[in-house]
């Protein structure tokens, strides 16, 4: 009995041999899939939160600097870099930028969303051979949002009356990057005629449009609510004192010091140079005619009083950029609320290229260009000189050489022969945006 019962505990234990030598391989197999698993669901993870904070980072840079495409990817690779520390090595990037799948056909133009897809291939840094060959890359991606928002370029902030925005003629507005806004509820509130173009990011108006699809670009939205004064909490200096009168300036180089101007300042076949600091033209009508050149950087032209205005003529040329800090931070030229028909704010100039801020001018109208009638010449006015004939073609550039440019005005009028771009380069500029103009109201999060 003791025999038999050796013989088969011995039986047993070969048997047990057996199987455990036939199992170990699969029960490594096993162990070795679970650990490699494992491990590539925590790097997913990672790889997941990197391409999560990339898109966010990337979707915020455009939203606020509306930078170019190589700098978001710029922007979305070293997050994601930060974000995967040592596991960064061998991960690829690709950066997607577009508009929202479900955007109308006026939205769908506009740059809104922002994908980031993080790759790596992982099967060289499984801790145990992935004899499956299951795992092999990772990706993940993440897509970024902006909802809500915008970049404002242009408002006219009247809510009466046809043509607060009257782009006539064959002038051109380009305003690629951001959004023109009309206030006014009347059903021509925006008038685009003739061939004239306006092709903007988004074009809105309170009521409704003039003109044909071929002069929009793309066709407006209609029945937008109005958009807020952006700065009327932007107090302007107030003057107590005349640094300067009557000012007469004719074929002469000279710098200009900020302080307070009253009376007239006109200036012809001159070079002016503007030191940096406010300029405040107190019942002063300022004229730049006759090749006049002027420029100044880090500058605020400040219109204070009913008899005040502009008058830069269609042989001046003009280079200003608005100030960096200060109460007028991000205003180039800025009038005060009076409203009176003796006032008037005109920039025809043939080479007004770089003017980098903000005009703003609440209860006045804004003219850009000098040829209304689109007869070839600049118009003339009772103030000016009868022996100023206009000049043939009245052509106008504003705004081309600009990192950014916004206009707030009562209404706008941009004339025959005029070419103004809109510019939204935030990035590459160190004068700021004014809150209210430029990037505006926007959400950013995760689409899901």
């Known amino acids: 009995m003791t025999h038999r019962l050796n013989a088969f505990a011995a039986s047993t234990s070969g048997n047990v041999a057996a199987i455990v030598a036939l199992l170990t ?11 490699n698993l494992s491990t590539a669901q925590s790097a997913h993870s990672r790889l997941q939160s990197a391409a999560d904070s990339a898109a966010l980072a990337a979707a915020r840079e455009l939203y606020m600097a509306n930078s170019r495409p190589e700098v978001l990817k710029s922007v979305a690779y070293s997050f994601a870099m930060t974000n995967l520390g040592n596991q960064a090595e061998g991960v690829s990037i ?55 928002g915008g970049r404002i370029c242009a408002i006219a902030l009247t809510k009466e009356g046809k043509k607060a925005i009257d782009i006539s003629g064959n002038a051109q507005v380009q305003a690629a990057d951001c959004a023109v806004y009309s206030n006014s509820i009347d059903p021509s509130g925006l008038s685009v005629t003739k061939v ?46 005349c640094d300067h009168k009557n000012q007469k300036i004719s074929n002469n180089n000279q710098i200009l010091w900020p302080g307070t101007y009253c009376g007239n300042l006109q200036v012809s076949g001159s070079k002016i140079t503007l030191r940096p600091g406010t300029y405040i033209f107190w019942d002063a009508k300022v004229k730049l005619h006759k090749g006049t050149e002027i420029t100044g950087d880090d500058v605020s032209l400040v219109f204070i009083g009913k008899n005040s205005s502009l008058d830069l003529k269609n042989d001046s040329s003009i280079s200003l950029s608005a100030a960096k800090d200060g109460p007028m931070a991000g205003i180039l030229i800025y009038a005060d609320s009076e409203k009176d028909s003796g006032r008037s704010f005109k920039i025809e100039s043939a080479n007004a290229r770089r003017m980098i801020g903000t005009i703003y001018l609440p209860n006045d109208e804004l003219t850009i260009g000098g040829d209304k009638n689109a007869d070839g010449k600049c118009d003339i006015t009772a103030a000016d000189d009868p022996a100023e004939t206009g000049s043939p073609g009245c052509k106008s550039n504003v705004g081309e050489f600009s990192d950014w440019t916004a206009l707030v005005a009562d209404k706008i009028t941009i004339t025959s022969g005029v070419k103004l771009v809109l510019n939204a380069n935030y990035a590459d500029s160190d004068v700021p945006v004014p809150a209210g103009v430029g990037p505006v109201g926007g959400n950013i999060a995760l689409s899901k």
Request: charged share 20%; with cysteine.
């Open 25 to 35: 391989p699969l029960l490594i197999f096993i162990m070795g899939s679970v650990v």
């Open 196 to 241: 004239a173009k306006l092709s903007s990011e988004l074009a809105c108006s309170s009521g409704g449009y003039d003109g044909i699809e071929s002069n929009y670009e793309p066709l407006p939205l209609t029945d937008c609510p109005a958009v807020s004064d952006p700065l009327t909490s932007r107090i302007p200096p107030v003057p107590t004192k």
């Open 94 to 148: 690709d950066v997607k930028i577009g508009g929202r799948s479900d955007a109308t056909a006026a939205e769908s133009a506009i740059s809104t969303e922002v994908t980031v897809t993080l790759s790596k291939d992982f099967g060289k840094s499984l801790p145990m051979p992935d004899l499956t060959g299951v795992i092999g890359e990772l990706t993940a991606s993440a897509t970024a949002r902006i909802a809500g």
